[in-house]
């Protein structure tokens, strides 16, 4: 149990920090808007038009790290199975 | 006698004529295509803000022949300005902020045009004007670039009947926040107190 606790651990930590990288390592907070800009033809003015996107900003692989340092810690909770010794009297 | 009042008469209609000429356009800022835009930019250390604001109205005075006499009154509403996250569009509209709810318009009222470079229908100069934000008036200097298209408004709304001219107005300028009592001196780690304003900006005179 502790041994799949940890595995889970280690795989929240990666896999938020990938997804994070993945995204573009953005340093700020997350986005649920993205800006595309739109160049008007006549006069070469651009403007930005918003699209409902979500960007994971860098809270993603912090709430991966706290959440996976979490749940190891957690896995001290659970006692090992200590070999059962045989008796000597 | 009559032949004096004829050319008195001739003469009053050229001297009209003339003066018509030589007067300013007006040229209406609201875009119909909605690409008029004021975009801005903060870096702090600990992060970036970037946004636009698309709310755009306003009329500015222009005379090709007379560049440097060009006025005019942009403005922007506060509420149109927006960043891509949510919380942070909320905190900047709010009262510790940009105070939307109790100053709607940011106010730019251009008195006029110095340094003036006019070459093949652009025009290169410093607008000199009054910009007011959150209720603070503040006299700027802005490094503008004003091209003038005569008859080219129908073509760029898709209107071939529609007669006019097309002003196109960019501006690249930076003001501190501070001067404006956008919470002075607070958060400078995370709000720059430097904001860059990217202006973009076309204006239709119809005839």
Known sequence: MRCLLRFVCLLLVLSTAGWWVSAGARAGWWQTRVGVERTDEFTGLSVIEWQDRFVPGVETPLLGLLLGGALFGATFLFRRKLPIQPSSS | ??????????????????????????????????????????????????????????????????????????VLTTGSLTVGNPTMLEHMQGANWLDAAKFPEIVFEVKRLDQVVANSGTVKGEATGVLTLKGVSKEVTVPVTISHLPGKLGARLNQPDLKGDLLVVRAQFAINRSDFGIQPGQYADKVSERIDLTLSLAGGAAQ
């Open chain 2, 1 to 74: 006698m009559n032949r004096f009042h004829r050319l008195a008469a001739l003469a009053s209609v050229l001297a009209l004529a003339g003066s018509l000429s030589a007067a300013p356009q007006t040229f209406d800022f609201k875009d119909p295509k909605g690409v008029n835009n004021v975009q801005f930019h903060l870096d702090a250390p600990l992060e970036s803000i970037s946004g636009q604001g698309t709310g755009i109205s306003g009329a500015v005075a222009f005379d090709p022949a007379k560049p440097e006499a060009t006025t005019g009154r942009i």
